[in-house]
């Protein structure tokens, strides 16, 4: 059970926008740098999005994320079939003294 | 090309010990963190801890401390996570990954395949 909350589960069809939620507390996303991650089945997480709105090298611009008080949020626009894949928000935790990850939303392109 | 390149999937007893590796390539490792992230089939992944293998400073999640070691040897530009006694909840994936800059609570870029650690009697 994580202290971040995601969706479960997101879908959006080709060419939408979709935005995927991330809630939490002072004692991690209010006080820290969210980071977001994305994982295709068998593959290693890879970094979409640092320090709350950065987006990480080689990354499209499709991707954009903000953070606001103890929630955050990543945006996909122009979504495409490749974009199914799990999300994942990652912020470090001042009260349980590590990086938490949010339980994960998966992404379904219909 | 940057990269980490982890070892091999193992499969162990409980009670025995285990050391696997992640060796990077590309960049300099002793100027990046290193963390390790664990992650069990339909989860979301779990951060066991960070260490900077220039002076090898860790720090643990809490959850982890003394269930794991966390160590770098520089000589052989090699990143270790050991454990002295499995179990069978630590089955897992685990992932090393590179720290995007020099502070420790940062993002991680550059990920390893992964290990997978199978612990069963």
């Known amino acids: 059970q994580s202290v971040l909350t995601q969706p479960p589960s997101a879908s959006g069809t080709p060419g939408e926008s979709v935005t995927i939620s991330c809630s939490g507390s002072y004692s991690n996303i209010g006080s820290n740098f969210v980071h977001w991650y994305r994982q295709f089945p068998g593959t290693a997480p890879e970094l979409l999005i640092h320090?709350?709105?950065q987006r990480s090298s080689g990354v499209s611009d499709r991707f954009s994320a903000s953070k606001s008080g103890t929630s955050a949020s990543l945006t996909i626009s122009g979504l495409r079939s490749e974009d199914e894949a799990d999300y994942y928000c990652?912020?470090?935790?001042?009260?349980?003294?590590?990086?938490?990850f949010g339980g994960g939303t998966k992404l379904t392109v219909l | 090309e940057v990269q980490l390149v982890q070892s091999g999937a193992e499969v162990k007893k409980p009670g025995e010990s285990l050391k696997i590796s992640c060796q990077p390539y590309?960049?300099?490792?002793?100027?990046?963190?290193i963390g390790w992230v664990r992650q069990t089939p339909g989860k979301g992944p779990e951060w066991l801890g960070v260490?900077?293998?220039?002076?090898?400073?860790?720090r643990y999640n809490p959850s982890f401390q003394g269930q794991v070691t966390i160590s770098a040897d520089k000589s052989i530009r090699t990143a270790l996570l050991q454990w002295r006694r499995l179990k069978a909840s630590d089955t897992a994936i685990y992932y090393c990954?590179?720290?995007?800059?020099?502070?420790?609570?940062?993002?991680?870029?550059?990920w390893g395949q992964g290990t997978m650690v199978t612990v069963s009697s």
């Open positions: 990652a912020p470090w935790d001042d009260s349980l003294r590590h990086v938490v």
């Open positions: 990954a590179r720290g995007i800059s020099g502070h420790p609570l940062d993002a991680y870029d550059i």
């Open positions: 320090k709350n709105n």
């Open positions: 590309g960049y300099d490792f002793s100027n990046y963190w």
């Open positions: 260490i900077y293998p220039g002076d090898s400073d860790t």
